[in-house]
C-alpha cells in the first residue's frame, strides 16, 4: 500500500509577529515536535512526515498538508509550532482512515477546524 504524506513547511515563520523562536523558524521547531512523537505513532509505518522548503503560506504559519493517494489534499495554516504536533497527528489518523480524504470541519481537533488553507482533489484516473 502507497503511504499517505505529512508535508512541513520548514520555513514557516514562529508567528505572524516573531520569524524565530530560540534561533529557529517554527516550521523547524513543529517538525522535531511531530518528529519526536512519530517515534512511537501507531500509523508510523503507513505515513511518512516530509519536511518541504516552502507551502507558500507564509502569511498563515505554521503550514502543513496532508496528501495520499486518490484522495483529497488537505493544507492547514495557522497552527502554534509548539502546540499542534498531537493535534495534527490525530488528524492524519482521521485522514488515514477516511476514504476520501475528506474530514468534516467539526470532527478535526480543534486547532484544526480553522486555518484550512486548501483542499485539492485527487488526479484524474
Request: contains cysteine; aromatic residues 8%.
Amino acid at each position: 500500500m502507497t503511504k499517505h504524506a505529512l508535508f512541513v513547511c520548514k520555513s514557516c515563520n514562529f508567528s505572524l509577529t516573531q520569524r524565530e523562536y530560540m534561533g529557529e523558524r517554527g516550521g523547524v521547531h513543529l517538525l522535531k515536535q511531530l518528529f519526536s512523537l512519530y517515534e512511537q505513532w501507531s500509523l508510523q509505518s503507513e505515513f511518512i512526515i516530509q519536511e518541504v522548503d516552502c507551502l507558500s503560506a507564509c502569511k498563515r504559519p505554521c503550514a502543513i498538508a496532508l496528501a495520499a493517494p486518490n484522495k483529497t489534499c488537505l493544507m492547514f495554516g495557522d497552527l502554534p509550532p509548539l502546540l499542534s504536533a498531537d493535534a495534527i497527528l490525530q488528524l492524519a489518523e482521521q485522514y488515514h482512515i477516511s476514504s476520501n480524504g475528506i474530514v468534516p470541519r467539526q470532527e478535526r481537533p480543534e486547532v484544526l477546524q480553522k486555518g484550512i488553507l486548501a483542499r485539492i482533489p485527487p488526479p484524474p484516473k
